[in-house]
């Protein structure tokens, strides 16, 4: 199963963060999944990507071509491959994956998750999707899409399409659980190395 991993760039953030990222991305390598990823060196982007490298695995980065500068993109091995614009590299990288999990993060982090829900909650796809709750970062984000529906504003049945995870194996757990889910065919035969 390939897994896109959605979370923060930022390294100025508690070292809990980064050990939770590492953790999944070796568990994901271990249990046989390939990660897909935004390409990023930095933040709980890398951590993850170092994780998977470390137990063996070969992370998929993706990224607009206009991030290939000194230290921002994995320079580790990694199958990479390039887009033009941001909007092209998500969609590339929903296109390729077979489930998600968002961690911590920024807008960013949220614009790519708020997508993938989005989608499945307009039949787009049926892909699994957990956010990795650690140390209770996403509490008031749940928090705030349960009130959303208790206020009317969208349907209960959205908060039934993620999951609110505690731990790295708690997630991939959530992956992996017999569930309606798609294979996804690759798209990235059409952009350049």
């Not at 137990?55 to 206009?66: C, H, K, L, N, Q």
């Not at 580790?76 to 999990?101: G, L, V």
């Not at 509490?139 to 349960?146: G, P």
């Not at 399409?161 to 569930?179: D, I, V, W």
Request: proline letters at 5%; hydrophobic letters at 45%.
């Amino acid at each position: 199963m390939k897994i896109c991993v959605f979370g923060a760039s930022s390294d100025r953030i508690e070292p809990a963060y980064f050990d939770a990222a590492y953790e999944l991305g070796a568990l994901l390598a271990r249990e046989g999944h390939r990660l897909v990823f935004g390409g990023g060196a930095g933040g709980l982007m890398g951590a993850c990507a170092r994780g998977v490298l470390s137990a063996g695995g070969r992370p998929i980065g993706i990224a607009p071509r206009f991030f290939d500068e000194p230290g921002i993109l994995m320079t580790e091995e990694c199958d990479f491959f390039f887009t033009e614009t941001m909007s092209e590299r998500k969609a590339c990288m929903e296109a390729e994956a077979d489930a998600f999990i968002a961690l911590p993060g920024g807008i960013g982090t949220y614009e790519e998750f708020f997508e993938v829900l989005t989608l499945k909650q307009l039949g787009r796809h049926r892909k699994p999707i957990a956010l990795l709750n650690t140390l209770g970062y996403f509490d008031a984000f749940d928090a705030l899409l349960r009130q959303t529906a208790e206020w009317g504003f969208m349907s209960d049945s959205v908060l039934e399409l993620y999951a609110l995870c505690r731990t790295p194996a708690e997630a991939l757990g959530h992956m992996t659980a017999p569930a309606a889910t798609e294979s996804a065919a690759s798209p990235l035969s059409q952009y350049s190395r």
